[in-house]
């Protein structure tokens, strides 16, 4: 029972993220238009490939950058599933490793299919436009590792 919640959460924070990648870059066709407005400025759909890791955070179109960040979110998740696995993990915390770790596999798979990670989303407010793009899976990393750092990780007795 605990890991189902865990691969449950996983399942549905991926999923989430490849649809929505696949919805906006392909269906709705941002890639060709170079962004679309949504909520404008509040929220904009705006094609961006990210090579790196988090707002463009060392950045690296080599192969090997590629390999190194695709193992490294891997590894990530191998210790996160690892690290719930052995602790008594509360059910927030389970949705909280799940979101982060499907999240990552869904940048992971942008990686392997294309590269780079597909990122779309852009938010501006009150005269500040911000030149940073993020996609679902980034949300759901950031939403996870909150999680993991902010709920208790044993249940009460």
């Not at 590894?75 to 949705?95: D, F, N």
Request: proline share 3%.
């Amino acid at each position: 029972m605990r890991l189902s919640l865990l691969f449950w959460a996983t399942f549905w924070a991926f999923l989430c993220d490849q649809v929505s990648k696949y919805l906006v870059v392909h269906w709705m066709g941002v890639a060709q238009r170079g962004s679309i407005d949504v909520l404008p400025p509040l929220l904009t759909f705006r094609y961006g490939e990210n090579r790196g890791i988090n707002f463009g955070l060392l950045q690296g179109d080599t192969d090997i950058a590629r390999w190194i960040l695709i193992g490294l979110s891997v590894l990530i998740c191998v210790i996160v599933i690892g690290w719930l696995y052995r602790t008594r993990a509360s059910r927030w915390m389970l949705i909280s490793g799940g979101f982060l770790i499907g999240g990552a596999l869904g940048n992971v798979v942008d990686r392997l299919l294309y590269g780079y990670v597909l990122d779309f989303l852009n938010m501006s407010y009150c005269g500040f436009d911000n030149p940073y793009v993020f996609n679902v899976a980034d949300i759901f990393i950031f939403a996870g590792a909150a999680g993991l750092i902010l709920l208790d990780t044993k249940k009460p007795t």
